[in-house]
């Protein structure tokens, strides 16, 4: 299942030597925060990090497969009714010739939501 362009869209996007971040609005109606839950809905942690896949994909024009995370931190809850925006700070850097490992902060203001650390390979064609 692709999320982007349905659950989440880019909204702004700064790329910078590895550095890069970027904007994204949730979609507080999408049937995934009916069921995740209710009454009180919140972003599944799954879910973010296909968010990030992604949005890697999406800057790369790749398609990757999620080898490994690591030090996966989920410090504030994400209420798309509260924090309908986000902004997902990545630092990625090609450990191999196709694997890429980045470095994961999800923030809004001074709120800091969600690190980590995951490695990305490339699918072959």
Request: proline share 4%; with cysteine; glycine share 2%.
């Amino acid at each position: 299942m692709t999320l982007i362009n349905d659950f989440f869209s880019i909204k702004e996007q700064n790329f910078s030597d590895g550095n890069d971040t970027f904007l994204i609005k949730l979609n507080s109606e999408h049937f995934i925060f009916k069921a995740h839950f209710p009454d009180n809905p919140i972003t599944p942690g799954v879910c973010i990090v296909q968010i990030v896949k992604e949005i890697f994909e999406n800057k790369t024009g790749k398609k990757f497969f999620l080898s490994r995370i690591k030090n996966l931190k989920f410090i504030q809850p994400i209420i798309p009714t509260k924090n309908e925006q986000v902004k997902i700070k990545i630092n990625s850097e090609l450990i191999t010739n196709n694997t890429h490992k980045l470095k994961v902060e999800i923030i809004e203001n001074d709120i800091v939501f969600t690190k980590f650390l995951m490695e990305l390979n490339e699918l072959s064609s």
